[in-house]
Structure formats: structure tokens, C-alpha cells
């Protein structure tokens, strides 16, 4: 029997289940939010003169292509319905100019602050908010620009950006002009790749280089945040040299984010390293991979857990059998504190190995030697591979 052959039917089934499951999951949870939200206008249009007729059962279930029955139907279930509402709501995203109408409308409020960027990884991550609120479908994409109004609240806007003297920093200029900002003060977004304004203040921060360098490739899926991370060209902020041993710049992502928890929640918790050692098993996290200059086509056979963050790391398997780990694979571990350097690879593993001798098809690694990854990895539902 070809052994190989069926792990891989075997993973081929629990991740097409998987799959399911999810779907099920993520159709009921729509489900609910779609009756929720009828049910709200409804209730603002009973409580509205003027509104309803513009927001009528019979006009919205023209609007939605159903019958007027179903729009009690869901009107009646959202109120039986007992089942926790996510907290994280979206950030909307609008256009520059939809941003202004929006503004100049009086529905999002009095404008107090403006973050601007010339990446999205530094508004995502100085924006105080989960990754998931800025997602969009499987991917997480936050805007260049996020307005702040006197209740926190955030609105994204789209074509404006930081740092340069091109259109995307004149359009923040003149979209700050039309929201209250003195002109000398708009201007300096075109001399800063990181400014935070307030409305009264001016410029309350600023800073000529960007604040973070990893982040900006997360995915959120399954109610977890998945990086996938490739080796490519090596890469360093203005100023400074590439560090040695660290490909995947995975010492960026420990000493920006996952050192501080008390800044990013979602990635409070153990930190555990799920190392592959077979190829079949390890199938589910791979992806197609559209090819380019400088891109290597490692596999992702590590994936690192800290709290909802899983980074799912490319590094060869070992070419002699009998070693268990790569130097590629025990390079990543050590880049994120969980290889000792001066330990012997064997003898190392030992601790994390079951008792019985067989080859495992993976090893959890942990600081107590037993915790284990809190979800599966599976690439099934994310999108084909970018790289950023």
C-alpha cells in the first residue's frame, strides 16, 4: 500500500470537511447579521414618518428580491435571535470624495483627527483597532487615511496617502483643507511617511520613516489571522543592512508585534511552533504560487502561534532522512526564540518527541513541552498568494 497516497486522500477529506463546516458556519453568522439589519431599519422606519416609505417590508423586499413574508420572517427570527454579535464592526472605506460628502452630511459626526501613511501596515497598526476590522473578504487591507470623529469612531479613506510629493499626498492635502485643517499644516503629510493630525493641534506625530516593516500581508479567516511568509529579496528600512540569518524577517515580527501583546491583544497568549516533517501532511497549508524573480519556491513547512496570529513560514525540508529538522526549519525557530542557538538539534528535540520512536508527521514545540496549536492550519479557504 502507498502509504503517501493515502495520507493524502485522508488530508484531502478532512480538508474538504473542514471547508464545509466553515461555510456552514460563516453562511449562519451572515444569516443572522442580514435579519438583524432588516430588523433594525424596520424599526427605525416605524419609528421614522419620513422614512417609511423609502424603507417600507414590501420596498425592501423589492430591494432584497424576496417576498414580503420573508422580510417578517426575518424580522421575527432577529428577534428570537440570542446569538452574540461580533464586537470588531468593519471600518468603512470610502473614496476621497465620498469621504467628504459623507463628512459634509453630518453622518459620521465632528471630525477630530486624521492618521495618514504612506503604508497600510502603519495605519493598521496604529489604529487601535483588531486586524479583522480592516478585512476584506479573506484579505486584511486597511486604507492610507483614517478619519477619527469625537466618539473614536473611524472612517478610512481611500487615494490619500503620505510622504511624497505625487497625487496620493495631494489629495490628503486638499481633503484635510476641506475638513477644517489649515493649509500649511495639510502640507506637511507630503514631508512624512507617518502624521497623525488633531483637529485643534495641528500635528501631533510624525515620523520621516515608517513605524512598522511587518503586518501588512495578514489574512483573517476562520477567526484567526494568518501571514504567510516566503522567502524573497533580502529588505531593510532605509538606513539599515538586511539582518543575517532572518530571510523571512520573522525577528520583525517578534520584536514589533508579538513582544507586545498589551498592544496588540490578538496575539496574547503562548507562543507554540508547529514544525513539519511530512510533506503530506503538511499539504494543506500550500497554496498556488504565481512565480516571480527572486521569490523562492520553499514550502510553508513551520507555522508559529501566538494568541489569533499564526505565521505560516517557507523553509525546506531536510535532505537526509535522518535528520528530523532543516537548518532552514531550525533557523526559523531560533528567529523567534524557540530554538536555543547553542543546543544540539537531536538531543534538543527529544523533549518535544512522542515517547514511541516512530517518525512523527509533525512536532508541536512550546516552552512547557506540551501546549499544541489551538487551530489547525488550512490554506483551503484563503486566497492565491501575494507577496508584500
Partial sequence: MDKGELNRRMTSVRMSHRQVQTLKRDLQSAERQRDRAVAALDEFAQANEEAKAEASRRTL???LGVTHPVI????????????????????????????????KSGAFGHVTGATVAMTETDILLESGRHPKAFADGTRVSAPNMLLRNAEGELLGVEECLAGYGGTG??????????LGWDGGIAREVMHYRFIEFDIERGVVRASEESLHHCGGNLEYTGGHLVARLR???????????????DPLGLRTWVGEILSHPETYPWVEGPRVARVYLNRDTATGLQDRIRYRAGVRNSPYSVVIEQGELQLWCSAIYPSDWAELLSKEQLDVLASVDMYPADAEPRGWLDRFLPRRRERPDYIDISADGTSTLQREPDGSELDGETFV
Fill in 231 to 245: 522567502r524573497g529579496r533580502p529588505w531593510a528600512p532605509v538606513g539599515q543592512t538586511p539582518t543575517v540569518g
Fill in 72 to 103: 417578517r420572517t426575518m424580522i421575527e427570527r432577529a428577534a428570537k435571535d440570542t446569538y452574540p454579535v461580533d464586537s470588531t464592526p468593519l471600518v468603512p472605506v470610502l473614496s476621497a470624495y465620498q469621504a467628504t460628502q459623507y463628512v
Fill in 169 to 178: 499626498p495631494s489629495n490628503s492635502v486638499r481633503l484635510l483643507k476641506e
Fill in 61 to 63: 423586499a423589492r430591494e
